[in-house]
């Protein structure tokens, strides 16, 4: 047996986690893994086609140790080349090994291939029979039998992709899903975990399963990998949930070069919006005789007479022409060129941006085989029977993304993400097709100044976008009105968040209004709930409602006067005590707010009638905080269990505060997030007196909100603008001198 530590791999130095993964390779291929020196995972299948190494098809018929530098740092380096028993001289592919000195918490595996490999129809077929999601795999963990048996896990399935728990045993992936894979002992509070994913390419592998083995290789439906295809995998370790999500993104960052999103990045992301997606009322259906054209001014018009500072507006499918009707939950026919509908906007795209004024998100679908880019542009496509991908992406979107001129576009959504991969047989036959086609479009996104929403996105096309910066955020949620828990953004968020993408909860209807004459009618029965997470999720909050229906206090308590969203630090997730309690998708959410002299608070949210605890919010009953209840206006000191009433939509939210020389600082109670940290840019506590540095914009008025340890009695005063800038407000104590 190889132990890497011999390699030098494991020398003492400053590293980014305190967590260990010890890797121990046998001279035959096989390994173990310890976590923080318990045992954890070990593996011997490799597979190329219907050659396999447990089975003996495939042997070892040289290994190395060596070194080298990638984005992570140095590595040590292990690497092994395999050939089928028989035809040894034929080095079908080798596997590496990497471990790094300078973080000890991570494993890098690699399949290279020296030399052509076809996968011709007799593989294909084999997978087929063995219901193999992937033609190669490496590396391939052990499921039955070993370390692992007792650990739990959870990974992501499905478009708009969703948490579902399991355990190595059961694990199973799905079409373009299953990763990450996060696999952790449920049984120790620390929740100790490991996260497994593409680190490269990610449209070009797949998660596979066999009965004894789980793991990852080049995905099946691929008909040739070329001489030089490298692709790796990342194992990363962490203790909690959220914490290692993060740490394994910060890990798929660091490789990828992408900065974390910027959630005040322009005037889309940081703000309120108008929206007009499956499920509003201005889908495809504008209450009236009138087109969009005349009857969009009158609804600007109409949030103007509220004074709601909508800061964008967002076009959906309903403005380009395709190749086919449209069926209710918004599928049906491909574009067929992208720009305007004379029945929807006559005078054209541009007129309609003069009357608006507003940076705009505009949606977009799958290529339809008929497009006018097809037929009148000069770049050639690959079709196959119901949509089309260009063969040069990067060239054709540095095109397409010139031709709006004048439309105000400010951030491109590609929606029917599933739809164009499935229905474009290129994507699935060659490598690296699927990466190059979303490379290509968040470069020309980017080269142009817009950024790009995904919608409707498989799992691995949501991890493709570690690598684009211009790919800001992605819809975390299913169509408004048509899923089930369409407002239940956390488990995605974890996934989401780690790698930088910001988790948009869709559009939906702020009142509770009957909305007759639009597509949807409703009535929204928990209008506080969608804007809740809307805002708790980052991104941006876009109400949906007609004309004359629009509850404007409730879309206000996310916002400045301005529009800008009032955000915590980062988004709302699923806390881990879910993950301890055994439920990884149950509906108890997290969220915090940083504030210089204040400290971290917490927010705190649940579907359900359930106690809340202290270690749903990462503390302790000691711990010096209180807890208000948004809905009720109660406070009580935080104790282990805190019973919390929940409010007339039946969910429960708090704002879970520290105390600061006996005062709590409650902040804007009128707002969802009342201690966001563009909001208060420092606090000041003392015995005698409270000060606050408070942030606003001109004409604002802001409510703000203390209590005192002693009573518990609310206390609030407002300040107002004339001017945008910083103020300074005092609170003095009411507290007797005894105290």
């Not at 590293?15 to 923080?36: K, M, Y």
């Not at 009148?376 to 496509?381: D, N, R, S, Y």
């Not at 699923?574 to 439920?583: S, Y």
Request: aromatic share 12%; glycine share 10%; hydrophobic share 40%.
């Amino acid at each position: 047996m190889v132990d890497v530590r011999v390699l030098g791999v494991f020398a003492s130095i400053v590293v980014a986690t305190a967590q260990h993964l010890a890797l121990n390779v046998r001279s035959n291929g096989s390994f173990e893994i310890s976590h923080n020196g318990h045992a954890w995972l070990s593996g011997q299948e490799v597979i190329i086609g219907p050659h396999s190494s447990v089975t003996g098809d495939l042997v070892v018929v040289n290994s190395s140790e060596t070194s080298g530098t990638d984005p992570l740092g140095r590595y040590q380096a292990k690497t092994f080349k395999w050939s089928a028993r028989g035809a040894e001289s034929k080095v079908l592919m080798h596997t590496s090994f990497r471990t790094y000195a300078s973080d000890l918490g991570v494993v890098v595996f690699e399949q290279y291939f020296p030399d052509d490999l076809a996968i011709g129809k007799e593989w294909q077929a084999f997978s087929k029979r063995s219901s193999r999601a992937s033609s190669t795999v490496f590396p391939g963990f052990s499921r039955r039998g070993g370390p692992a048996d007792h650990l739990a896990c959870f990974s992501y399935h499905g478009v708009f992709p969703q948490l579902e728990g399991c355990n190595v045993s059961s694990y199973k992936e799905s079409h373009q899903g299953g990763v990450p894979l996060v696999i952790y002992d449920s049984a120790d509070t620390d929740l100790p975990m490991v996260v497994f994913s593409p680190l490269s390419t990610p449209m070009a592998h797949h998660m596979v399963t066999g009965d004894l083995f789980f793991g990852a290789g080049i995905k099946a439906t691929v008909e040739l990998i070329p001489a030089g295809w490298s692709q790796l995998f990342v194992l990363s370790a962490g203790k909690g949930i959220n914490a290692g999500m993060l740490d394994w993104g910060d890990r798929m960052l660091a490789f990828t070069g992408k900065p974390r999103a910027d959630m005040y990045a322009d005037d889309v992301i940081g703000t309120i919006g108008y929206w007009t997606d499956n499920g509003g009322y201005y889908h495809y259906d504008t209450g009236s005789n009138m087109t969009y054209e005349e009857v969009l001014p009158k609804v600007k018009a109409y949030h103007e007479s509220l004074g709601v500072p909508f800061r964008h507006w967002q076009f959906d499918s309903w403005f380009y022409p395709k190749d086919g009707d449209v069926d209710p939950g918004g599928g049906g026919g491909a574009v067929t060129n992208w720009t305007a509908l004379p029945s929807v906007f006559p005078t054209g795209m541009a007129n309609i941006q003069s009357k608006l004024g507003l940076p705009m998100v505009m949606h977009n679908r799958q290529w339809s085989i008929k497009s006018d880019y097809i037929k009148q542009e000069p770049f050639k496509w690959y079709s196959s029977q119901k949509a089309s991908v260009p063969v040069d992406p990067a060239a054709f979107f540095a095109y397409f993304f010139q031709q709006q001129q004048g439309w105000g576009l400010a951030m491109y959504e590609q929606d029917w993400m599933c739809t164009e991969y499935d229905d474009v047989e290129v994507l699935q036959t060659n490598i690296s097709m699927g990466d190059l086609w979303l490379r290509g479009m968040a470069d020309g996104a980017a080269g142009s100044g817009r950024t790009v929403q995904y919608c409707m996105p498989y799992a691995n096309q949501v991890l493709s976008a570690a690598a684009y910066p211009a790919v800001t955020n992605a819809r975390a949620t299913g169509d408004y009105f048509h899923a089930k828990d369409q407002w239940a953004v956390g488990g995605t968020s974890l996934f989401y968040w780690a790698i930088g993408i910001i988790p948009f909860k869709d559009g939906f209807y702020s009142s509770t209004h009957k909305q007759t004459g639009g597509q949807t009618v409703g009535p929204e029965t928990s209008p506080d709930r969608e804007a809740l997470m809307a805002t708790l999720s980052c991104a941006m909050v876009g109400p949906m409602d007609g004309l004359g229906l629009l509850n404007s206090s409730r879309v206000m308590s996310s916002c400045r006067k301005d529009g800008t969203i009032l955000k915590p630090d980062r988004p709302i997730s699923t806390t881990d005590a879910c993950f301890r309690l055994g439920q990884p998708a149950c509906h108890i959410y997290h969220t915090f707010s940083e504030i210089q002299g204040l400290g971290r608070a917490h927010y705190f949210f649940s579907s359900d009638n359930v106690a809340m605890t202290a270690d749903m919010v990462y503390l302790k009953s000691s711990d010096a905080y209180v807890v208000y209840n948004w809905y009720t206006g109660e406070l009580s000191r935080l104790g282990e269990s805190n019973k919390l009433s929940p409010g007339y939509e039946g969910h429960i939210y708090a704002i879970v505060t520290p105390v600061q020389q006996g005062w709590v600082v409650l902040g804007e109670v009128d707002k969802y997030v009342p201690l966001a940290k563009i909001r208060f840019t420092s606090i000041d506590a003392s015995n005698v007196v409270l000060t606050l540095q408070v942030a606003g914009v001109a004409g604002e008025v802001v409510r703000l909100c203390a209590a005192e340890l002693f009573d518990l009695k609310v206390r609030c005063t407002s300040i107002a603008f004339s001017a945008s800038g910083t103020q300074k407000v005092s609170m003095a104590t009411h507290r007797p001198t005894y105290v």
